[in-house]
């Protein structure tokens, strides 16, 4: 089972909203990812936490705010975002945050910002 | 130059054809690699994982990794039209905390009737 789900699927908030993307999976994996992507480009990275803890930020602006409460559990929480940050959110989970390893992806978040 | 780089595409074969898909990247520190097929709308699905020189098999693909000349390809056989979308390389590179995929702009397939 390589199984990595998130909710919701879809999302449009306001610029003024606060709202949640949530990840889980429960293959023991204790590396957890989120990733950008934008229509017609490749995923970006944005955060990675190894053993609930985050040990990448890829400079990402603060209204984005990352969250690992447990080994199986990654959150987002999004504040006064923008409508330039409407793009699919993926998460993605790995054995061990190590090149060995391969990452699987869930199915995404739409996020549209109005 | 791009970290990793592939050809956009689209890559058009029949159906029953070998589709080629090529990837090369710059950063000799790489340790792995990742082919992912990704439909529109829908999120990336890994189909390969290479870690070593050489051929690595499975089903219907091959994916072949050369660390020498820093390139790495997918080969996919007896192509079908679900085989149609974009093809996505990525390359994981350690960095001092943690290890980091950087994917490629992606080669879009068309397999046609």
């Known amino acids: 089972d390589t199984e990595v789900t998130q909710t919701p699927k879809h999302l449009v908030m306001g610029m003024t909203n606060k709202k949640s993307l949530k990840c889980e999976q429960h293959?023991?994996?204790?590396?957890m990812y989120w990733y950008k992507q934008k229509a017609k480009k490749p995923p970006e990275l944005m955060f990675v936490?190894?053993?609930?803890?985050?040990?990448i930020n890829e400079s990402v602006p603060s209204r984005f705010s990352p969250e690992c409460p447990n080994s199986s559990l990654l959150n987002l929480h999004l504040h006064a975002l923008q409508p330039e940050d409407s793009a699919l959110y993926l998460c993605?989970?790995?054995?061990?945050?190590?090149?060995?390893?391969?990452?699987?992806f869930g199915p995404g978040t739409r996020l549209t910002v109005t | 130059q791009k970290e990793v780089e592939q050809n956009s595409g689209p890559l058009s074969v029949p159906e029953g054809a070998i589709a080629s898909l090529n990837c090369t990247y710059s950063?000799?520190?790489?340790?792995?690699f990742f082919w992912y097929r990704q439909y529109s709308g829908k999120s990336p699905e890994l189909i390969m994982f290479?870690?070593?020189?050489g051929d690595k098999e499975d089903g219907r693909f091959t994916a072949q990794l050369n660390k020498a000349s820093q390139y790495v390809s997918l080969l996919i056989r007896d192509s079908q039209p679900s085989d149609s979308a974009t093809y996505l390389c990525?390359?994981?590179?350690?960095?001092?905390?943690?290890?980091?995929?950087?994917f490629g702009t992606g080669t879009r397939l068309q397999v046609t009737l």
């Open positions: 993605a989970s790995r054995l061990w945050d190590r090149e060995e390893y391969e990452q699987y």
């Open positions: 293959m023991g994996h204790r590396a």
């Open positions: 936490y190894s053993y609930e803890k985050l040990s």
């Open positions: 950063d000799r520190g790489s340790q792995s």
């Open positions: 290479i870690y070593s020189n």
């Open positions: 990525a390359v994981n590179t350690p960095t001092g905390t943690a290890s980091k995929l950087t």
